[in-house]
């Protein structure tokens, strides 16, 4: 019998039962490096595909490099060349792909945490779903009846914050099972929660600092940390009115009234107190009187280096043209010595503001120029406005909801020399009236309308200036309806119990698990983060509920 070969034996004498193919798989033979080199090279849905060829593919497939370099073919650098500007600014052409420094990254080292790995893979699965709408629909009961006043919702770093008089302020997770967090009540003698904010500085911290303005005119700071609600500092009631809006930016804080007063504080340090115990009565920097601020009104802060800026963006009622925005911004010391403060509107040069300085009246135009009532040019018709639903505010947008299911644009420019408010461009999509509208600092806004059934995404950055952002919003690109994953119809067996719920009525009562009631309407309460869009909706039998709609 002929010596079998070593190649065809294993040690312990075992026959080799390896096939041989007539077509060897030579990729296996490869290092990684070399492989995932040839990976880099395919489309993403090829991509996908090998990670389901074997164990070891869906290891290299999945390799965070590989989809980390596609993020930012996709949407890092498309952004980056609709910059205005960017082209004529001498920026090498190669400077906008590829490379994993992050200062060539714009601002998207949000997605790199300090001890965390970036999972890029699923954060390029998050902005494709953002692209497309679709994501799941989850349903969290807050309250069996609306609050009067209406509750109050903020998101922020995946934490949805809700204030309303019969549950106090309330703490709950958007990620895993939607826990509540924390709650606490209010103290007994303030009144219903008419504002709140939460401290845009404490992104990455441990401690997120929140404040809640009251219709008595007192406001409450609070941390929320460890899961625990702590009161740092509560103001005194005030005879100025209602808080309308709330600023936070630790240590300075802003707060405007129903009787247009603002008022800007400034918490002093306290080293030498423990964690969690309470601060001493802030300094009140700065109290202005407005004449010309009318609500929906939002209120920010963004400190600088020597600087402080606070700006009051507003409604504004005009002769003839209805409505439009304004913004007032002042510039403090860190001591709160006022250096300057500006105002700008986005008045048509035709018009002019029903409140305006008697001893330094708008320029008013020559009558030809004014046509007899009831006649309007094409000009003239689309600077016609109705008052606001909403009003968002994130420099350098300013987002304004109309109840004609329509929304406007407006882009702020502030340098050291000037304040001005670009005209207003309209944006369509919505089939019924917008309740709410939210913008993120980087043009990404949500808005829904009135009954809550419809939600969209906008992709706004840039505003636009270009040619190819005006040939995006002629052609209805800037926007997406969000599609959630629809429940499954209820099966026979839901028919019974349905029967015996029925009562006298003709129709079966159904109960659709996980289901939406489309019936729901919402006030505008809408709050988004990286991941997930939150909308506060009221059932028609007036139960409350918070909608998550998860991109993940």
């Known amino acids: 019998m002929a010596k079998r070969k070593a190649s065809e034996t294993f040690e312990d004498g075992r026959e080799n039962k390896r096939l041989h193919s007539s077509n060897p798989d030579r990729l296996s033979r490869l290092s990684h490096e070399l492989t995932l080199r040839v990976l880099s090279f395919l489309p993403v849905p090829d991509l996908i595909i090998c990670q389901r060829v074997s164990r070891h593919f869906h290891v290299l497939a999945g390799d965070s490099q590989l989809w980390k370099a596609l993020y ?168 100025n009115g209602m808080i309308s809006a709330v600023a936070l930016s630790f240590p300075y804080l802003a707060t405007m009234t129903a009787s247009q007063l603002l008022s800007f504080y400034k918490f002093m340090p306290a080293e030498d107190k423990p ?24 209120l920010s802060i963004r400190p600088q280096p020597d600087t402080v800026l606070v700006s009051i963006a507003y409604s504004l009622p005009t002769y003839l043209s209805g409505w439009t925005v304004g913004i007032q911004e002042m510039r403090l010391t860190p001591d709160g010595k006022l250096v300057e403060s500006r105002l700008a509107s986005a008045i048509d040069q035709n018009y002019r503001p029903l409140t305006f300085n008697s001893t330094n009246p708008a320029p008013v135009p020559a009558p030809q120029s004014i046509p007899p009532f009831g006649h309007f040019n094409t000009s003239e018709a689309n600077q016609i406005h109705s008052k606001p639903t909403s009003l968002s505010y994130s420099h350098p947008y300013l987002l304004v909801s109309h109840p004609d299911n329509t929304l406007t644009l407006y882009l702020v420019s502030s340098t050291t020399d000037t304040l001005k408010i670009s005209p207003g461009n309209r944006l369509w999509g919505h089939t019924s009236s917008v309740s709410g509208a939210h913008v993120g600092g980087r043009g990404k806004a949500v808005s829904v309308s009135t009954r809550g059934d419809e939600l969209r995404v906008w992709e706004l950055e840039g505003g636009f200036a270009s040619a190819a952002a005006r040939r995006r919003l002629a052609a209805g690109e800037l926007s997406v309806q969000l599609r959630p994953e629809k429940p499954s119809h209820p099966s026979t067996d839901d028919l019974t119990p349905a029967i015996k719920v029925r009562g006298d009525g003709l129709g079966l009562a159904l109960k659709h698990k996980g289901g939406i009631d489309e019936t729901s309407m919402t006030r505008g309460f809408v709050g988004f983060d990286d991941d997930k869009v939150v909308v506060l909706k009221e059932r028609h039998l007036g139960a409350q509920a918070l909608v998550i709609y998860d991109f993940t």
């Open 72 to 239: 930012y073919n996709r949407f890092v650098r498309p952004r980056a060349s609709r910059i205005p500007g960017i082209h004529e600014s001498g920026v090498p052409a190669e400077s906008l792909y590829y490379s994993s420094k992050l200062s060539r990254w714009l601002d998207e080292d949000n997605l790199v945490r300090k001890g965390k790995e970036t999972n890029w893979k699923r954060q390029y699965k998050t902005r494709h779903n953002w692209t497309k709408g679709t994501c799941g629909v989850s349903e969290v009961p807050v309250a069996p009846e609306p609050s009067v006043p209406p509750t109050l919702l903020h998101m922020h770093e995946g934490i949805i914050f809700m204030a309303d008089q019969t549950h106090g302020l309330r703490a709950w997770s958007s990620q895993s099972g939607q826990d509540m967090l924390a709650t606490i009540a209010f103290p007994d003698n303030a009144g219903p929660p008419s504002a709140l904010t939460v401290d845009s500085a404490s992104t990455r911290s441990s401690t997120v600092t929140l404040a809640v303005g009251f219709q008595d005119g007192s406001f409450t700071v609070y941390d929320l940390r460890d899961n625990r609600f702590t009161s740092r500092y509560s103001h005194e009631p005030s005879s």
């Open 275 to 298: 964690s969690g115990a309470i601060a001493d009565p802030p300094r009140l920097l700065q109290s202005l009187h407005s004449q010309t601020v009318w609500p929906p009104l939002t």
